[in-house]
């Protein structure tokens, strides 16, 4: 069979169809939806965005718009059914031993447990692990705050001497000093004492016969990384700890067999799918540099950052499409983390939700059935490309810094994620990254889950912080919402304004129907911010009258939905529509509102 390019036909139902077909017909969706392009060949960008970094990702892939694109599928992929890796979160160690036999009896087939001085702490860790089959279930831990990379380490292989067997093959002692210096701003980076950690955990690792370090991508993600600057970091610290294996004189092999790769998955299907493809690309480039194997092993972990506290259960929605990403993405462990994680310590349906996601995506959708589904796919081989190119070019740039402790030191590391950190909270600001839930289809009157407050909260960056933090603190004064004429008139705004007041914790109440100014006047019940809805005729009309009789009223704030057209905005305080910054327009609409409520 020839090879299909732009040009031949897809002979399908329709007959046969070319790429100038296809422009024409998305031409005639966009200006159904008054979007009409200029010409037909321009729908390609309309239709195509970029990730948070600007890494195109197209609209549709074709051979001819991906030519020389495509990457070699032979890297090393996993083959069949990933890893369910299960987080324990409980800090006592019996319900942590209750909640990992719970984990491993119904459908997960490795433990990731972090230690930390106000949670499970080492010396708690055989206790928690008592009733695991050390030899037969593969164990993870992590040093989170107050333990030191060396007492987690150590705490694991004590309880793996202690149990009868070898270790089950996946069992890694998680050490990331340099990831720990990262999350401490630079406070215990010191080389000589990374090195020494470094080659005492290698020694532990080789003498049980386990892998020894975590390269943890998802400090990046965590502090506001883009998925280039987390693939780029990643391959920093990768080569950070080859060098320093090597240098304690491990032959490179030996080096790479100590190492497993932790990446972030979001929502974002493509961006996570590409992301985790174009890390084996990555990372087998570095081992042709220098002269080892190529092989990687990819523990895929769903995004803390995007979940969200208020209407936890889309939680559920976004960790599915990002575990499914990384299915086939190639991870070869996912954690599908729990939707309630944001409120407090997750309970055990919160975990079995979680553990679900992988059963169902292995066992009834068959995700794992297929090795890199998504290879010789023109789109995502081209986004696959792109990402890597944009990845190379980041860790290149932190190596001319003087590796990442180098780029640590001179703050070039964390201060471009903060850029890319601050680029996505103006996008969902502006409503251009809708958080379903929180900035965008609230639900004001829900009641949330109670589950236990963390003993020390999670440091992570939650993309929904800013409306979070206004829900926090709902206020206590309506806004009066002045719709003008009749529902199909001015339903459109105000249902705008409905949804975006309700996302900023600002209750509304609404007009209704109305006939003219006085019912406006009649139907104000004393609040002392005003939105006036409507159509642009309707402001033509009667739009100037109904801004004086609110005034006349009492009115002390008048805002208008939309953009004000020239009669009107000298005589409104304020306006919002969309593309606005929305979290900058609710503050200062907070700001208008009394601290008590305001009746008539």
């Given at each position: 069979?020839?090879?299909?390019?732009?040009?031949?036909?897809?002979?399908?139902?329709?007959?046969?169809?070319?790429?100038?077909?296809?422009?024409?017909?998305?031409?005639?969706?966009?200006?159904?939806?008054?979007?009409?392009?200029?010409?037909?060949?321009?729908?390609?960008p309309?239709?195509?965005?970029?990730?948070?970094?600007?890494?195109?990702?197209?609209?549709?892939?074709?051979?001819?718009?991906?030519?020389?694109?495509v990457?070699?599928?032979?890297?090393?992929?996993?083959?069949?059914?990933?890893?369910?890796?299960?987080?324990?979160?409980?800090?006592?160690?019996?319900?942590?031993?209750?909640?990992?036999?719970?984990?491993?009896?119904?459908?997960?087939?490795?433990?990731?447990?972090?230690?930390?001085?106000?949670?499970?702490?080492?010396?708690?860790?055989?206790?928690?692990?008592?009733?695991?089959?050390?030899?037969?279930?593969?164990?993870?831990?992590?040093?989170?705050?107050?333990?030191?990379?060396?007492?987690?380490?150590?705490?694991?292989?004590?309880?793996?001497?202690?149990?009868?067997?070898?270790?089950?093959?996946?069992t890694?002692?998680?050490?990331?000093?340099?990831g720990?210096?990262?999350?401490?701003s630079?406070?215990?980076?010191?080389?000589?004492?990374?090195?020494?950690?470094?080659?005492?955990?290698?020694?532990?690792?080789?003498?049980?016969?386990?892998?020894?370090?975590?390269?943890?991508?998802?400090?990046?993600?965590?502090?506001?990384?883009?998925?280039?600057?987390?693939?780029?970091?990643?391959?920093?610290?990768?080569?950070?700890?080859?060098?320093?294996?090597?240098?304690?004189?491990l032959?490179?092999?030996?080096?790479?067999?100590?190492?497993?790769?932790?990446?972030?998955?979001?929502?974002?299907?493509f961006?996570s799918?590409?992301?985790?493809?174009?890390?084996?690309?990555?990372?087998?480039?570095?081992?042709?540099?220098?002269?080892?194997?190529?092989?990687?092993?990819?523990?895929?972990?769903?995004?803390?950052?995007?979940?969200?506290?208020?209407?936890?259960?889309?939680?559920?929605?976004?960790?599915?499409?990002?575990?499914?990403?990384?299915?086939?993405?190639?991870?070869?462990?996912?954690?599908?983390?729990?939707?309630?994680?944001?409120?407090?310590?997750?309970?055990?349906?919160?975990?079995?939700?979680?553990?679900?996601?992988?059963?169902?995506?292995i066992?009834?959708?068959?995700?794992?059935?297929?090795?890199?589904?998504?290879?010789?796919?023109?789109?995502?081989?081209?986004?696959?490309?792109?990402?890597?190119?944009?990845?190379?070019?980041?860790?290149?740039?932190?190596?001319?810094?003087?590796?990442?402790?180098?780029?640590?030191?001179?703050?070039?590391?964390?201060g471009?994620?903060?850029?890319?950190?601050?680029?996505?909270?103006e996008?969902?600001?502006?409503?251009?990254?809708?958080?379903?839930?929180?900035?965008?289809?609230?639900?004001?009157?829900?009641?949330?889950?109670?589950?236990?407050?963390?003993?020390?909260?999670?440091?992570?960056?939650?993309?929904?912080?800013?409306?979070?933090?206004?829900?926090?603190?709902?206020?206590?004064?309506?806004?009066?919402?002045?719709?003008l004429?009749?529902?199909?008139?001015?339903?459109?705004?105000?249902?705008?304004?409905?949804?975006?007041?309700?996302?900023g914790?600002?209750?509304?109440?609404?007009?209704?129907?109305?006939?003219?100014?006085?019912?406006?006047?009649?139907?104000?019940?004393?609040?002392?911010?005003?939105?006036?809805?409507?159509?642009?005729?309707t402001?033509?009309?009667?739009?100037?009258?109904?801004?004086?009789?609110?005034?006349?009223?009492?009115?002390?704030?008048?805002?208008?939905?939309?953009a004000?057209?020239?009669?009107?905005?000298?005589?409104?305080?304020?306006?919002?529509?969309?593309?606005?910054?929305?979290?900058?327009?609710l503050?200062?609409?907070?700001?208008?509102?009394?601290t008590?409520?305001?009746?008539?």
């Amino acid at each position: 069979m020839s090879e299909l390019n732009d040009q031949s036909p897809l002979r399908l139902a329709a007959g046969d169809v070319d790429a100038h077909d296809w422009e024409q017909a998305a031409a005639a969706v966009l200006t159904r939806l008054k979007r009409a392009p200029e010409r037909p060949a321009d729908v390609w960008p309309a239709l195509s965005r970029s990730t948070i970094e600007g890494v195109p990702i197209p609209a549709l892939g074709t051979a001819q718009r991906s030519a020389g694109r495509v990457l070699p599928v032979e890297l090393p992929v996993r083959d069949g059914a990933w890893d369910v890796r299960a987080a324990v979160f409980d800090a006592d160690p019996a319900a942590a031993a209750g909640a990992a036999l719970d984990e491993l009896e119904n459908g997960a087939t490795s433990l990731w447990l972090t230690l930390s001085e106000s949670g499970l702490t080492p010396d708690a860790l055989p206790a928690a692990l008592a009733p695991v089959r050390l030899d037969w279930a593969p164990v993870v831990v992590g040093a989170g705050p107050g333990v030191s990379e060396r007492a987690g380490a150590h705490a694991l292989a004590a309880a793996l001497r202690a149990a009868a067997g070898p270790a089950a093959v996946g069992t890694n002692l998680g050490a990331d000093p340099v990831g720990r210096a990262v999350r401490a701003s630079g406070e215990g980076g010191e080389p000589d004492e990374i090195a020494a950690v470094i080659a005492e955990i290698a020694g532990l690792a080789t003498d049980l016969e386990v892998l020894g370090f975590v390269v943890d991508g998802t400090v990046a993600h965590d502090h506001g990384a883009g998925e280039a600057a987390e693939l780029g970091y990643a391959m920093a610290a990768g080569v950070h700890l080859l060098r320093a294996l090597t240098a304690h004189g491990l032959d490179l092999a030996a080096a790479l067999r100590l190492l497993e790769f932790r990446l972030a998955v979001t929502d974002d299907q493509f961006a996570s799918i590409a992301k985790l493809r174009a890390a084996r690309v990555l990372w087998a480039r570095v081992a042709q540099l220098v002269g080892a194997p190529a092989g990687m092993r990819i523990h895929a972990v769903t995004s803390r950052p995007m979940t969200t506290r208020y209407d936890p259960w889309v939680n559920l929605l976004r960790t599915t499409v990002a575990a499914f990403a990384a299915g086939v993405g190639g991870a070869d462990a996912i954690t599908a983390l729990p939707f309630d994680l944001r409120l407090g310590v997750p309970d055990a349906f919160g975990r079995r939700l979680a553990r679900n996601i992988g059963a169902l995506l292995i066992e009834e959708s068959h995700v794992a059935a297929v090795t890199d589904p998504a290879a010789g796919a023109y789109a995502v081989e081209a986004l696959t490309a792109d990402l890597a190119d944009a990845s190379w070019a980041r860790f290149q740039a932190i190596e001319r810094a003087g590796g990442v402790l180098g780029a640590l030191t001179d703050g070039s590391l964390t201060g471009g994620w903060a850029q890319t950190a601050a680029r996505r909270r103006e996008r969902i600001a502006r409503r251009r990254l809708p958080i379903t839930g929180v900035s965008e289809f609230p639900n004001p009157g829900e009641a949330l889950p109670v589950r236990p407050p963390w003993p020390a909260p999670p440091e992570t960056q939650a993309w929904a912080a800013d409306f979070e933090q206004l829900r926090d603190a709902p206020a206590h004064t309506p806004v009066f919402l002045a719709t003008l004429g009749p529902v199909a008139e001015h339903a459109a705004r105000a249902g705008f304004v409905t949804n975006l007041l309700a996302a900023g914790g600002v209750p509304v109440r609404s007009a209704g129907r109305t006939q003219g100014p006085a019912d406006l006047a009649a139907a104000w019940q004393g609040e002392p911010v005003v939105v006036v809805a409507g159509a642009d005729p309707t402001y033509a009309v009667w739009g100037a009258d109904a801004v004086a009789a609110l005034r006349a009223a009492g009115a002390r704030t008048v805002i208008l939905a939309g953009a004000p057209p020239a009669e009107l905005a000298s005589l409104v305080d304020d306006h919002v529509a969309a593309g606005q910054d929305a979290i900058d327009f609710l503050r200062r609409l907070r700001a208008a509102l009394p601290t008590e409520v305001v009746a008539r």
